[in-house]
């Protein structure tokens, strides 16, 4: 009969069951972020889905990525009602033109900022469905970390699996002492249900900090220069290629982001300019039409014989 | 043989008299604080919705109670500026790349908020601490409705709206958090468990 050390084979932890190395999804997720901030038009922002999608399916998880895909849009739909009714409620607290025109326009280009949601989120799925608290920790120990960030990320990462038992022993004692907690209780009773869950939680995690604190003591953990490592973890051939293609891919599209006109802008300085050319903007119009523009266009007509149309296109329907 | 003995007894790694500015106890209370203030946000966020006024609110009182707790507890400069690095390395990772933008600048809210607890008294002030808090979570914001216009600067409408929820998110930072703070600083202190050394 084996020992349970024989069970033991460094390649087969959980570290080591994804494909690429932790650090080159981390950085992926950051270059991924960083341009879909940049990219604001729809055509880019697909694209940039679309592509980060195909690095999502590789996890091979599809069930976790159909629950995941149907939670945002559920969660989109919720915020676009929330932001909508909130919209309304400011137009009648709050009424005047200013208000009504800036809300009237609440739903439009709602869809960019949620499109540009979506590559977070497959680059983020794809570190969660491969992350394993061995391989983030063992990640932490190659990057080398100073001691008083390593120290407080490797509790993080012990806490939080421990946190679930400790919210069922809260529970539990809170029945016993007859009360119960939920959603209705925080609303009706903030003050009551603060007291019966948040001071035990935290009188038990500073208990807790002082335990893993001695352990850590123990251990000496933090105080070697090179801390031992079971398996180090190295940059391979398709960790570079497949960052190399992140960054190509990337600045692709920022070239073509750049490459795309903003037709908006692009339509309304020319009239401005040309209004004022003509003089056909009158001192004050001039002010208006700084402030709001769209308003302007519409109300400023030429007057006087020799007045020149106020937009180019409109020359060639005069002659 | 003794030579050795002696090389072993004074390397640096098995060194019994090291000190370091954050002991081990402070920076296991900084490294749970932490990990308990997102899953508790987490938890509150997922039970009331993401942008429901009244989680928001009670969200944010929490957040602000458990790192008023935590400033309280360990009391030395720059426990807001590793609380934050700790947390935007973990935001990092559950939130993407995006949110590790915001790091220099969350940096720079944090070592203001430590100046202004050193200069109103130090740490044992809960009154500093209480003021340094509300300070952290003022530019905290400030930042976060910069990196929702980023987000969203296309409808300038929605980011109005965001902005009205951040602002409601400050008020329960003010009106739950700091008090409920206070109170449970009062209570740990009575209990032995935030020592007065």
Known sequence: ????????????????????????????????????????????????????????????????????????????????????????????????????????????????????????????????????????????????????????????????????????????????????????????????????????????TLRMADNLSIAAEMKRVGYAKKPTQLRTLRFRGLDFAVLAVTVLVSAALCFWEARIPKPKRMARKPVRAEMRASGTLAPTEIDHADTHGRDARQQVRPHGRDARPAHPENEGASK | MTKSLQKSQSSPSLHPTRRFYWDTESLGVVGLFTALSKVVSLMVALLGGGMNPFTLFLKNGIATALLVVLVARVRKFGTLALYVLVGQIVSFLIAGGGMSMLLPSFLVAALASDALIAACGGYRRIGAVLAGVALYDLL??????????????????????????????YLGCLVIGLPCGAKFVKELRHAGIIREV
């Open chain 1, 1 to 204: 009969m084996p020992a349970l050390s024989a069970r033991f084979d460094p390649d087969s932890t959980a570290g080591n069951r994804d494909v690429l190395d932790i650090r080159t999804r981390l950085l992926i997720s950051l270059v991924v972020t960083s341009v879909t901030l940049y990219l604001s038009s729809n055509a880019t922002l697909a694209a940039m889905s679309a592509l980060t999608f195909i690095y999502l399916l590789q996890t091979r998880r599809y069930v976790v990525i159909v629950v995941a895909y149907l939670l945002m849009l559920l969660m989109t739909l919720l915020s676009l009602g929330i932001i909508y009714g909130s919209s309304r409620l400011f137009m009648m607290l709050l009424p005047g033109e200013g208000m009504s025109r800036m809300m009237s326009g609440v739903l439009d280009n709602f869809h960019t900022p949620f499109l540009r949601s979506i590559p977070s989120m497959n680059v983020l799925l794809a570190i969660g469905l491969n992350f394993s608290v061995q391989g983030f920790v063992g990640t932490m120990k190659s990057v080398r970390l100073p001691r008083f960030l390593f120290l407080p990320l490797l509790v993080f990462c012990r806490f939080v699996p421990e946190f679930v038992d400790v919210v069922r022993q809260l529970r539990d004692a809170v029945r016993m002492r007859g009360f119960s907690v939920g959603f209705g209780s925080a609303i009706l009773h903030p003050f009551q249900t603060i007291r019966l869950t948040v001071i035990p939680l935290i009188v038990r």
């Open chain 2, 140 to 169: 905290g914001r400030a930042i976060s409705l910069g990196y929702s216009f980023l987000h969203a600067r296309e409808n300038m409408a929605m980011v109005m709206v965001a902005g009205v929820f951040i602002v409601l998110g």
